[in-house]
């Protein structure tokens, strides 16, 4: 099969960097966030949404996903990128592995302030979250719970996972 050995979706704060970072650096293989190419090439995304609104950062971001979804190791997506219809068939040829969190673990993650969908605190995340889940669910090939886990044990169950397909 060709393009990503692995695709991690999930909500914001559920540590698809972090975890998909550690699993790309395992098996040898370039990391892909597809947040972060957006940022490299056109700002931080809060000010995106400010400048521009979110329609226009998610026509960047369904670009960014196609892109990365044609190349090779592993791709981390943006939460709300499941939203759109087309990365959604897109994802069906990819093994995705939706990252879950709880409330409670995520708060912390979600202090700094860059995610703009979640400027009103925990509680616009768990609406947010509970809107997207049944998507995540529907796409996902493995899901893994990051609440209050180590990185380097999620990270070994999806290498596990990888090497038993």
């Not at 395992?26 to 090439?41: H, M």
């Not at 044609?70 to 759109?84: I, N, P, T, W």
């Not at 995520?106 to 703009?116: E, I, S, T, Y």
């Amino acid at each position: 099969m060709s393009g990503p050995v692995a695709v991690f979706i999930g909500p914001m704060g559920a540590g698809k960097t972090r975890i998909g970072r550690r699993v790309a650096r395992e098996l040898g293989v370039p990391f892909t966030d597809t947040d972060k190419v957006i940022v490299a090439a056109h700002g931080p995304i809060a000010a995106l949404f400010d400048s521009h609104g979110e329609p226009h950062f998610r026509a960047l971001e369904r670009a960014a996903v196609r892109d990365a979804l044609a190349g090779e190791g592993v791709v981390s997506l943006g939460g709300g990128a499941v939203l759109d219809p087309e990365t959604r068939t897109a994802l069906a040829a990819h093994p995705v592995v939706y990252l879950s969190v709880t409330a409670d673990a995520v708060a912390d993650r979600l202090a700094d302030g860059k995610r703009p969908l979640v400027r009103g605190g925990i509680e616009d995340w768990q609406r947010i979250y509970d809107a997207r889940r049944p998507i995540y669910e529907e796409l996902a090939t493995l899901e893994l719970s990051t609440a209050h886990r180590a990185d380097r044990d999620i990270a070994q169950d999806v290498l596990n996972w990888l090497e038993a397909r």
